[in-house]
């Protein structure tokens, strides 16, 4: 009886645990929090929750298909709860995120099958760039990006 009420309990703090999770990144959508934003935000709400339960929880948002994943190379992933195809632009200075929608002028999958021996089954675009906020700073490091060079079709 008592381990069934723990059960219970921990099911319950779960469900509260992954709401607040979502909440947050959802009110936070245009910015693309990263999993310590999350925290950050989450945490006043839910004292004892820790922060690897919130990557825990991040990551099956994730698998679940709830919120998307957008990962940078030497940088934390961030989160976004907009789930639609869109593309990125990264800050070259501080990795903040923002959402760029292409019409589709043309396919890229097109573009890029008839280059390689591969089966093109999707394509990630990533500009990069400086934010507003660090387009007023002309002293701070940029960031590496990769470089890619792009073929005309
Ligand atoms: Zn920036
Ligand atoms: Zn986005």
Do not use: N, W
């Not at 573009?111 to 400086?130: I, K, N, S």
């Amino acid at each position: 009886m008592r381990k069934r009420k723990t059960t219970v309990s921990t099911k319950r703090r779960q469900t509260i645990q992954k709401q607040a999770v979502l909440d947050a990144v959802r009110q936070a959508t245009l910015s693309h929090p990263t999993a310590a934003d999350i925290f950050a935000q989450v945490r006043p709400l839910l004292p004892t929750l820790s922060f690897g339960t919130v990557y825990r929880v991040l990551h099956g948002l994730v698998e679940e298909g709830e919120i998307a994943e957008i990962r940078q190379a030497g940088g934390p992933a961030h989160y976004d709860a907009d789930t639609r195809e869109h593309d990125h632009i990264i800050c070259s200075r501080c990795g903040a995120v923002g959402d760029v929608h292409l019409r589709p002028l043309f396919s890229l999958e097109e573009c890029g099958q008839p280059q390689t021996d591969f089966e093109v089954l999707g394509y990630r675009l990533e500009f990069h760039g400086l934010c507003p906020s660090c387009r007023l700073v002309s002293q701070a490091p940029v960031l590496p990006f990769p470089v890619r060079e792009v073929f005309p079709c």
